[in-house]
């Protein structure tokens, strides 16, 4: 059976990775059972991101997340991410999917679209064309996209620790970048669901597992 693909998107700090590894454990322990009756467990459930889903991509994610020491321009950092999901896709996501995996991934394509070309200005159809020669075509089978005010996100962020290179960037940046994200959502509404990201970590991780009983469900129909 063909795997399920799960993206978590949103702005720094919106939750992705503390809401994929509840998701995880929810789905390991009971959420399969909930969303396909007793067939649950023998589907594997990993978590994987971009980048850095891979030995070379965590060479790139170093590169790309460094501090601001490194002088990277704009196409270098979209042609770096490129590489780092066509490996992503080759060496990880794609034998996960044959062998009938769930993947939560956190980060992929749209966060290009919203990154590289909302936030830095790079041309959209350009943006376009470079995410499908990395991904050959392999979509999202659902993209929940946490939603959450940027300066909020950016505040927790801060709070966790040292700010990555994209973390430093100025408040602008990160504004535009909700904005892709935003018109993303509108644009292909039945890849991505809103989540209320400004809801407490349990309300939000709620959120999600009443979606995936949904999407999940649906699947096995
Ligand atoms: N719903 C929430 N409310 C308050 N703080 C949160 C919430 N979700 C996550 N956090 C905290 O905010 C910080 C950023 O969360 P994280 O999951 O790392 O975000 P992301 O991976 O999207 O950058 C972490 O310190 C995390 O514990
Ligand atoms: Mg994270």
Redesign the pocket.
């Known amino acids: 059976m063909q795997g399920f693909l799960i993206v ?1 998107e ?11 590894k509840r998701s995880q454990d929810w789905l390991r322990s009971r959420g399969l059972v909930e969303c396909w009756g007793n067939q649950g467990d023998e589907t594997p459930v990993v978590v994987t991101k971009e980048p850095g889903g891979t030995s070379l991509g965590l060479e790139l994610r170093q590169i790309l997340l460094a501090g601001q020491s490194l002088i990277i321009q704009d196409r270098a950092e979209l042609l770096l991410y490129a590489a780092d999901r066509a490996q992503h896709i080759e060496e990880f996501l794609k034998p996960q999917l044959a062998k009938g995996a769930i993947i939560l991934c ?1 980060r992929y394509t749209d966060s290009t679209v919203a990154y590289q070309g909302y936030g830095r200005g790079i041309d959209l159809r350009l943006i376009e064309q470079i995410n499908h020669i990395a991904t050959g075509g392999l979509e999202s089978d659902l993209t929940l996209w ?1 939603d959450v005010d940027v300066e909020i ?1 950016l505040k ?2 801060r ?2 620790g040292i700010a990555d290179r994209m973390e430093e960037a100025e408040l602008a940046f990160h504004q535009r970048v909700q904005q892709g994200f935003r018109e993303l959502a509108a644009l292909y509404p039945e890849r991505i669901v809103r989540i209320d ?5 349990e ?2 991780q709620l959120e999600i597992q009443e979606v995936l009983r949904q999407h999940l469900w649906q699947r096995m129909l």
Not at 10 to 20: F, H, I, N, R
Not at 197 to 201: H, L, P
């Open positions: 978590f949103g702005v720094e700090g919106c939750g992705k990775t503390t809401q994929l956190d946490l996100g927790r962020a709070e966790r990201g400004s809801q407490n970590e309300g939000v």
